[in-house]
């Protein structure tokens, strides 16, 4: 079965710092992977998503991320936070072959410092 | 395009009792996914439903059963209600393309349930 392992339940940063949020996944093949933001009290919106090709994946509001298969992570990245970043975010995975359901990371809340 | 609506935004139930949710897919989408989200966790799957058939389902107990509709829309029905129900339920919509290795989901803004 396939998993998702989010480190850092809650991460701050300043305003202007790197953010950095953490997710590996385990799978015996490479999942469709992909990043989620949920602000408070909305639904779910798509940050990226990798699925096959380059592996340095660009998402909206200046967030990328890069697979690594023989690190089975998929990590989430910033180069300068902004206050509006402040949210919760969800790795996701989407396993390959029949399977068609999301399973997702606990999540992890970002705070922005100002 | 309206993207995928949901409704209520908000229900309180009290133990015991049955609630319906609602879900209206995006323009174009045939397939509806629910999920529920405990506070303070990831949404976790509970079934899918694609051409008016539940295709999967994740690790849900029977109380909780679905139906779409021709028109794509789908219910999601919970009977003998729990606390442990109490949750924000997410519907997702996606379009089944023969031969794609995913379908991108594209969520509703959930509904909040409170069991008292």
Known sequence: AQSVTQLG??????????????????????????????????????????????TLVKGINGFEAEFKKSETSFHLTKPSAHMSDAAEYF?????SGSARQLTFGSGTQLTVLP | DAGVTQSPTHLIKTRGQQVTLRCSPKSGHDTVSWYQQA???????????????????????DRFSGHQFPNY???LNVNALLLGDSALYLCASSYISVGQGYNEQFFGPGTRLTVL
């Open chain 2, 73 to 75: 829309s789908s219910e």
């Open chain 1, 9 to 54: 339940s809650h991460v701050s940063v300043s305003e202007g710092a790197l953010v950095l949020l953490r997710c590996n996944y385990s799978s015996s093949v490479p999942p469709y992977l992909f990043w989620y933001v949920q602000y408070p009290n909305q639904g779910l919106q798509l940050l990226l998503k990798y699925t096959t090709g380059a």
């Open chain 2, 39 to 61: 506070l303070g966790q990831g949404p976790q799957f509970i079934f899918q439903y694609y051409e008016e058939e539940e295709r999967q389902r994740g690790n849900f107990p």
């Open chain 1, 91 to 95: 790795c996701a995975v989407f396993p």
